[in-house]
């Protein structure tokens, strides 16, 4: 028998399996039952993974705020019908074996970790650009979830004063201006015209001017984000993740080069910034090393 690791998000939920065999990964379609708000439907396609595989634990990720004592997402942006649902209780009642759970960003952090970007690093932090902003650190192998499981929140960190409204409602947070609406935000700004993320990174590639520049706008952001966490962890690397940079990777060299001139020369010269391996996979594979991490 071997263990599963479980990443649950607004669209699909990945999953990877591993035992003496080797390992086996996939993923599910659950965008409807979310939008239905049908959450006994929802609980279902996880248990129809989990009995697939009968594993001996589980890890799952989820984004959004969990409480790591009681196992409950206390607020989630993109699965609101788990709010305040006590997941693991639940699983752990109808399958009989231990559940754990975590915040996405950071499984996502202990995934590059162990199987990806992050491997052999002592201070390894992984951010995830896509719809949000989310932040995980891992330290001498060891993830940082913080006393309640809230730790590495960076996109709430404040880098504009009385700045830009962010979707938790505070002005001046990273990610209203490092995160899919963020570059859109900037973009309209720019231009007085709406269009979505993927719109104006693709028009980017294809080198089209304001789209480049509004990228351009992002990574000088991000930069200042950057600076933040080199300055408070003085890490080995720092792992760049989610959709946004998947598809313009160039953001990678534009914030690199902005950090540069704003972080000290000492943890800047010992810094590598790198894109994610494991790709979609990163908060699967990190909720697998969590089940190998934990014992009962």
Not at 31 to 38: A, E, K
Not at 223 to 232: E, K, S, Y
Not at 258 to 277: G, I, S
Request: aromatic share 8%.
């Amino acid at each position: 028998m071997g263990n599963l690791g479980i990443d649950i998000g607004g669209t699909f939920i990945k999953y990877v399996y591993k035992d003496e065999e080797g390992e086996k990964k996939g993923k599910e379609y659950v965008r409807d039952v979310i939008q239905r708000n049908d959450l006994n439907g929802f609980l279902e396609k996880v248990l129809e993974i989990i009995k697939k595989f009968n594993p001996e634990k589980v890890g799952i990720a989820v984004a959004g705020l969990v409480d790591k004592k009681e196992g409950v997402i206390t607020e989630s942006p993109n699965l609101k019908i788990l709010n305040n649902f006590p997941l693991k209780s639940k699983l752990e009642n109808l399958i009989n074996i231990p559940v754990f759970i975590e915040n996405d960003a950071n499984l996502a952090a202990l995934g590059e970790w162990r199987y990806g970007a992050g491997r052999g690093k002592n201070i390894s932090i992984c951010l995830t650009l896509g719809t949000g902003l989310g932040g995980g650190a891992v330290l001498n192998g060891q993830l940082l979830s913080g006393v309640s499981g809230s730790a590495m929140e960076i996109g709430h960190i404040t880098i504009v004063k009385d700045g830009r409204q962010c979707h938790c409602g505070r002005h001046g947070c990273l990610e209203a201006y490092v995160s899919s609406y963020g570059l859109e935000r900037i973009y309209f700004l720019k231009t007085d015209k709406y269009k979505d993320s993927g719109e104006i990174i693709l028009e980017a590639n294809e080198g089209k001017e304001d789209a480049m520049e509004s990228l351009e706008e992002f990574s000088e952001y991000l930069a200042v984000g950057l600076m933040n966490i080199t300055h408070i962890f003085n890490p080995d690397v720092i792992i760049l993740s989610g959709g946004i940079i998947e598809n313009y990777p160039l953001i990678k060299d534009m914030s690199l080069s902005y950090l540069k001139h704003l972080a000290f020369n000492l943890p800047f010269r010992d810094l590598e910034l790198k894109v994610a391996e494991l790709g979609e996979f990163s908060g699967a594979y990190g909720s697998l090393e969590l089940t190998q991490q934990n014992t009962i």
